[in-house]
């Protein structure tokens, strides 16, 4: 494993970053101590355990994520893997020891060999000839990895195995015999037809793109919309930019209303977790984050810039700011607030359509809405 990872003796390739996963907090510590008496340099190893402080174990996985930290090896419990996507930077893994439950292992893979993993993936695990027992996990996760696609369908057939082997001590040979045509048997029945998947994520993208042409929704529109949103009653620009990168900034004085919301969303985390940082970058165009690694194009985010889509917090703000604004609703003492002429067919009876569009909503006792409508009444003149 080391020569895979190891550039002779300077140490780490700049691009290559080793997971050891472990059952036991005891191990964890032994590692521990013995990685960092071989790689003294401060931050090179790093720990994650069942019971860490949830900032501090967000700090350790932004810095791993991170091409820029000097972290290179992150050893890790089970307790401390569900949650953790470890794909951008790491595509090496080592299971210092084997869980006996065959999905526990995957769950360990599938933090690397995961969507936007732009590498092969390479596990390690050890075997002996030797430990009948070592031997036989050794094959329950090799088996695992040739059966990951039918693993919701097998899993049970793989405890079974590992139980009647480690528990009730029967030969391994039978045991693998039979778990071999167990998996046969139940191979293919969480099976999703890919070709058919393939051709409807494909037609529905080619929806969502027509959709959002006609709606004129690009980077640009994103961002003009959110400056006029930011500008109502202090001025316009409200953004700086684009840098290099396409990123903009918030212009200063931030508006008072939105202080709040930017605050906890737009504002770099310290490792103490608190929302006193700098602002992050604002990027509009996701292809920016778009990153050629070998034959494979993956998204990568930056950890100093926030990428602002129909869904984020500040972008929904912004619309309902709009919203607000087109209708005010009866502050006005029910007067019409916008007026908009424009050239078009009228019906043969009339000069001019008036066109009057309603916003209605229902609310209840507590003042929550639970029904609204936008209409539009054509009044012929």
């Keep these: 494993m080391e020569g895979n990872i190891r550039a002779g003796s300077k140490g780490f390739l700049e691009d290559e970053r080793l997971v050891i996963f472990t059952e036991y907090k005891t191990t964890l510590d032994y590692l521990q101590r013995r990685l960092r008496e071989r790689y003294a340099e401060e931050g090179v190893v790093k720990m994650l355990f069942g019971g860490m402080n949830e900032e501090e174990r967000d700090w350790i996985k932004r810095a791993f994520n991170d091409p820029a930290d ?72 090799s088996k695992v990895n040739t059966i990951r696609e039918d693993l919701g369908s097998t899993g049970e057939v793989c405890d079974r195995a590992v139980e009647r082997r480690l528990i009730e001590g029967e030969a391994p040979e039978v045991v693998q015999k039979e778990l071999e045509a167990a998996v046969e048997a139940a191979r293919g029945r969480a099976e999703v037809p890919r ?9 529905e993208m080619e929806k969502l793109s ?67 940082g700098a602002l992050a970058g604002l990027l509009f165009d996701r292809t920016r984050l778009l990153e050629k690694v070998g034959p494979r194009t993956t998204f990568r985010p930056q950890p100093d810039t926030v990428l602002l889509h129909l869904g984020h917090p500040i972008i929904r703000r912004a619309l309902d700011v709009f919203a607000q604004k087109r209708f005010p609703g009866g502050s006005n003492g029910g007067r019409t607030t916008r007026w908009t002429v424009r050239r078009g067919p009228v019906p043969k009876e009339a000069d001019v359509l008036v066109l009057l569009t309603i916003e209605e909503i229902g609310v209840n006792e507590l003042r929550e809405t639970f029904h609204h409508w936008v209409r539009t009444i054509a009044i012929p003149v």
């Excluded at 070709?195 to 037609?203: I, R, S």
């Excluded at 006609?214 to 980077?219: H, K, N, Q, R, Y």
């Design 195 to 203: 070709q058919a998947a393939a051709e409807t994520g494909k037609e």
């Design 70 to 141: 000097p972290v290179r090896i992150l050893v890790a419990t089970d307790a401390a893997s569900e949650g953790l996507n470890l794909q951008e930077t790491a595509r090496y893994l080592l299971h210092y020891d084997i869980p006996w439950n065959p999905a526990r292992l995957e769950q360990r893979n599938g933090r690397l060999d995961r969507h936007g993993q732009a590498r092969d993936v390479v596990i390690f695990h050890f075997t002996s000839d030797d430990d009948a027992d070592l031997k036989f996990l050794a094959y329950v996760a």
């Design 210 to 276: 027509a959709l959002a042409e006609e709606l004129d929704l690009d980077a640009q529109t994103l961002c003009r919309t959110l400056d006029i949103a930011l500008g109502f009653g202090v001025g316009r620009p409200r953004l700086e930019g684009p840098d290099e990168r396409g990123r903009f900034r918030l212009r200063h004085p931030l508006p008072p209303e939105w202080q709040g919301l930017i605050d906890d969303t737009l504002r770099l985390r310290g490792k103490s977790g608190g929302g006193s």
